[in-house]
């Protein structure tokens, strides 16, 4: 659906990563893991960024400043109208998810994580995310994860007691829930200034069980990523591709996978990891 959405803030939250929150119509948004397609005057392609979060006339979203088109975006104040097409792309198979699963986001690949996190936890999935940055500074939403340990504090459908509401960003310890669901955050970085120094593959031996692993990030992230988890335990990865139209018009997004040649934006962004040529 296109159409005119409003900011209400648009803020830093890390080194050139900003958060945007805009005011509109979400109903097409369905899954997490879509995304959208924003228009910039003056900007011949529109700038496809994934959905972090969204509810009922509210969007988040998360993006990095990569070039004029998105430092144009975090100049823009409250209050200016952006015309966007929304709940483009297939999203996450959260049916596949099992009894543990795995989130695991490089970078900007961090914001679709957290939806998809959100909506684990709000279906009674414990879930253990892995983190990976380049740095301290790059580090974003650690805090927002943890939180997600307290949805049922507020009364969200599907959860009846109370937790503690303590902090562990780093996935140490986890939360004594008195057995509700539970979000275990592990940080890599690969300075070491957050977390375990490395990637998020070093994170893997803290991960007990995994049914199932949902990525998204940079394609050698993905790789190794999938090569450590093997082929007997199931997965699907986000692919970042350079877009033109976002909606299957063109083929500037096509990639190659073991099923012929498939549309990043249209056929995916999400793919079964199998398939995927990585
Ligand atoms: Fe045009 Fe995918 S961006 S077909």
Not at 11 to 27: C, F, H, K, M, N
Not at 43 to 49: A, K, Q, T, V
Not at 229 to 248: A, D
Request: charged share 20%; net charge negative.
């Amino acid at each position: 659906m296109q159409q005119l959405m409003t900011i209400e803030k648009n803020e830093p939250i890390a080194d050139q990563v900003y958060r945007l929150v805009l005011d509109g119509d979400t109903s097409d948004i369905t899954m997490p893991g879509q995304f959208v397609n924003i228009s910039l005057p003056g900007f011949f392609l529109r700038r496809p960024i994934s959905v972090c979060d969204w509810s009922n006339g509210k969007l988040v979203l998360i993006y990095k400043v990569v070039g004029k088109g998105t430092e144009y975006m975090s100049t823009l104040k409250a209050g200016t109208q952006l015309d966007i097409l929304s709940g483009l792309g297939n999203g996450f198979d959260m049916s596949k998810a099992g009894s543990a699963p795995l989130l695991v986001g490089g970078g900007v690949g961090t914001p679709p994580m957290y939806g998809l996190a959100k909506r684990l936890v709000l279906a009674g999935k414990p879930v253990n995310v892995i983190l990976g940055f380049a740095s301290e500074k790059d580090a974003f939403y650690l805090d927002e994860f943890d939180a997600l340990n307290d949805l049922y504090d507020f009364g969200c459908e599907g959860f009846e007691g109370k937790g503690s509401g303590s902090s562990d960003t780093q996935g140490q310890n986890g939360h004594p829930h008195n057995g509700y669901p539970q979000v275990r955050v592990f940080t890599a970085t690969v300075d070491g200034s957050l977390g375990k120094k490395g990637f998020v593959t070093d994170c893997l031996g803290e991960i007990a069980e995994c049914t199932h692993y949902f990525a998204c990030g940079p394609i050698p992230m993905l790789k190794a990523l999938k090569s450590a988890m093997g082929e007997k335990i199931s997965g699907e990865l986000s692919l970042e591709e350079r877009m033109g139209c976002g909606f299957g018009a063109c083929v500037g997004c096509s990639v190659m996978t073991k099923e012929g040649t498939r549309k990043v934006c249209s056929d995916g962004p999400v793919f079964a990891a199998d398939v995927l040529l990585v």
